[in-house]
């Protein structure tokens, strides 16, 4: 997708998985690129069968940096998700979560605060497709965030329903100020074919564009 002497942009397809994991044949984004560019670093992860813009850098010099911009909240990633029922109004869901089994999380009380803004882009009786920006980065935030206010993300087998080929949520946009020359870039992944079409089947209609910020290299 994009690539330069220092970072590795990469469109995740939904069938890769990042690291390996107890399945011995499925396919490994790491261990792909890993193939023809050493050394590689891994910066983020995405869940399990989420698709879109993930990066990687080519540098132990500038990994410092890379976190830097992490925790001061820099790296900003926009999401886009197709959730259950009608989802038709702006929102800010400030819920703490925790951890309340092996591999799933919950709201509650006394757990880590967590704060996803969720916009409707288009609205059916059968699902929304919505953009969804996070300002904290917890594990499973927006799959639980969407399933506590009622409309878990299709697809979503640990918090919805396993009625999609995958939980339907897409990593559209990664923000940054590049480590070597401190410029801002944004990388954008459009969304795959098994998205739209799923969204199209619950009579959502994907906009031709305005998915895509302007700035996307």
Same mark, same amino acid.
């Given at each position: ?10 469109? @995740?397809?939904?069938?890769?998985? %990042? ?9 490994? /984004? +790491?261990? =792909? ?78 757990? @880590?605060?967590?704060?996803?803004? %969720? ?9 929304? /497709? +919505?953009? =969804? ?85």
């Amino acid at each position: 997708m994009f690539e330069d002497e220092a970072l590795v942009f990469i469109d @995740k397809p939904p069938h890769v998985v %990042v690291q390996r994991s107890h399945d011995l044949v499925e396919p490994v /984004l +790491v261990e =792909v690129l890993a193939e023809t560019r050493t050394p590689l670093y891994l910066m983020q992860r995405l869940d399990r069968g989420t698709s879109g813009v993930m990066f990687f850098s080519k540098r132990a010099d500038i990994n410092a940096k890379l976190t830097r911009q992490f925790e001061t909240k820099r790296i900003r990633k926009r999401y886009v998700a197709l959730c259950e029922g009608e989802l038709a109004e702006t929102q800010t869901i400030d819920a703490a979560l925790a951890r309340i089994g092996p591999i799933s999380f919950g709201v509650r009380e006394n757990g @880590k605060r967590a704060i996803t803004d %969720v916009a409707p882009i288009a609205v059916s009786a059968n699902g929304s /497709l +919505v953009a =969804v920006g996070l300002r904290t980065g917890r594990t499973h935030q927006i799959r639980v965030h969407l399933a506590a206010i009622g409309h878990p993300l299709v697809g979503d087998w640990l918090y919805g329903q396993r009625n999609a080929a995958r939980p339907m949520l897409h990593s559209a946009s990664l923000t940054m100020v590049h480590p070597l020359t401190n410029q801002p870039i944004t990388v954008c992944a459009p969304l795959p074919y098994d998205f739209i079409e799923e969204a199209q089947r619950r009579g959502v209609t994907v906009p031709e564009d305005g998915l895509t910020p302007d700035e996307c290299s």
